[in-house]
């Protein structure tokens, strides 16, 4: 059996790679959806040397199957939030310490302990719904910080901007997590200059708002709450793990989790840094559902490892990758 723990002690790219095969031939063996995926590509793991060799299982396919590793019952199914009508995405999560540890250390390695933080919530969206991944690990976030004044603020915008001007003013280190939507409300009702707050925005507008690219959408946040930057979190339903930009929309992942862009028109060809193309993640949190994942995002890496998240396919197909999607 595999070692799950042994992914967080991740140290080079060598450590990844061979992380990446040994998940790679368990998932193969142990989920019946991506087993029959790697079969109608004609896949083997006896034909895989490299992660680049790996396929990627497109994200719909959380929409239509049990997309589980093993025979371990699930503790908990995260679910997409969706519109009405759509089908949501389900993630069947049969280890929930392991969510909470990357979550946790991946938080750790982009800003510190909790503790350190007051840590603010306006996460409407999520918070009114069952089975957001999101709420799961804000609350855990906010129970670390070990801060009474940490909490949500569900629609009291007004309490909010009250807390935010308090806090800042008396020199606290606070994280305010916002759903890019509530945010916007937020600066529309009190412009702010704040010197010891980091904004984290986590993208969305849920149908409240026009969407917007990244660029525009952190202008309007930086000059709204007198920031430099603005930060933001890349995490979805399907994935346990989260990549987080500290500004300029680059994107930086933990040790166990790697971004590669395919191409839009060969879906398993991959690219170079520098190009754009769809999103493929590996995320070894995700050993127990599937850790090769195609998402429908659009961006492109760089050599430092970083990525950029550009926007999302127009069509809801993505070209080439259907296969066993109904």
Known sequence: MINKKAIFSIKTNLDFEQQCLEVFQYQFKYNKVYRSFCDLLYVH???????????????????????????????????????????????????????????????????????????????????????????????????????????????DLDALAKALILLDKQGKKVLLIGVSYALLDLIAKQQFQLKNTII????????????????????????????????????MTELLSQAYSKGEGLFQTPPWMKVLIRDTEDPLTLLENGRTGGINVIDLANVNSCSFIATQDLGKTYEDGSFEMLGRFDNSDIRGCNLLVD
């Open 45 to 155: 793991p006896s034909s895989v040397k490299s992660i680049r060799e790996i396929p990627f299982l497109p994200i719909q396919f959380f929409k239509s199957k049990k997309v589980i590793t093993g025979s371990e019952p699930e503790e908990i199914i995260f679910l997409s939030s969706g519109t009405t009508g759509t089908v949501q995405s389900k993630h069947y999560v049969s280890d929930l310490a392991l969510y909470e540890q990357s979550f946790s250390k991946g938080f750790l390695l982009a800003f510190g302990k909790p503790e350190d933080y007051t840590i603010l919530a306006l996460l409407p969206s999520y918070q009114e719904r069952e089975g957001s991944s999101l709420i799961y690990m804000v609350d855990d976030l906010i129970k670390s910080s070990k801060n009474p004044k940490s909490g949500y603020f569900l629609n």
């Open 200 to 235: 984290l925005e986590t993208g969305g507008m849920k149908g409240k708002r026009r969407e917007m690219v990244k660029p525009e959408l952190h202008e309007i946040l930086k000059k709204g709450f007198g920031v430099a930057q603005i930060h933001s979190e890349y995490g």
